[in-house]
């Protein structure tokens, strides 16, 4: 069994930070990308930042400049920090990974955590 549990979530005004973390957790052999998505109430999930085991990154344009992914491979965790946050960031937020436990990788998500940006 695999888990992945996001934490950090929570209710701040316009312009300040957030720093969520998710646990990936269980038999695990090798974690491949991780990410987070997110979804508004009324909208579809949509990307917000993927992070590779080398590093490498990406982040949907809304967030860029903003938003900071970053992971630590030992600790199986990946992070998101959130800056400048505005009211249009308000959304339940997903970890995502692609995880294998020694054969082809499965994608798994969190069960989400609530961002909620007051103006």
């Known amino acids: 069994q695999v888990q992945l549990v996001e934490s950090g979530g929570g209710s701040v005004q316009a312009g300040g930070s957030l720093r969520l973390s998710c646990v990936a957790s269980g038999s695990i052999f090798s974690i491949r990308t991780m990410g987070w998505y997110r979804q508004a109430p009324g909208n579809k999930r949509e990307f917000v930042a993927t992070?590779?085991?080398?590093?490498?990154?990406n982040y949907t344009d809304s967030v860029k400049g903003r938003f900071t992914i970053s992971r630590d491979n030992a600790k199986k965790t990946v992070y998101l920090q959130m800056n400048s946050l505005k009211p249009e960031d308000t959304a339940v937020y997903y970890c995502?990974?692609?995880?294998?436990?020694?054969?082809?990788?499965?994608?798994?998500w969190g069960q989400g955590t609530q961002v909620t940006v007051s103006s």
């Open positions: 995502n990974a692609d995880i294998s436990m020694g054969w082809g990788p499965r994608n798994y």
């Open positions: 992070i590779t085991p080398i590093g490498t990154i």
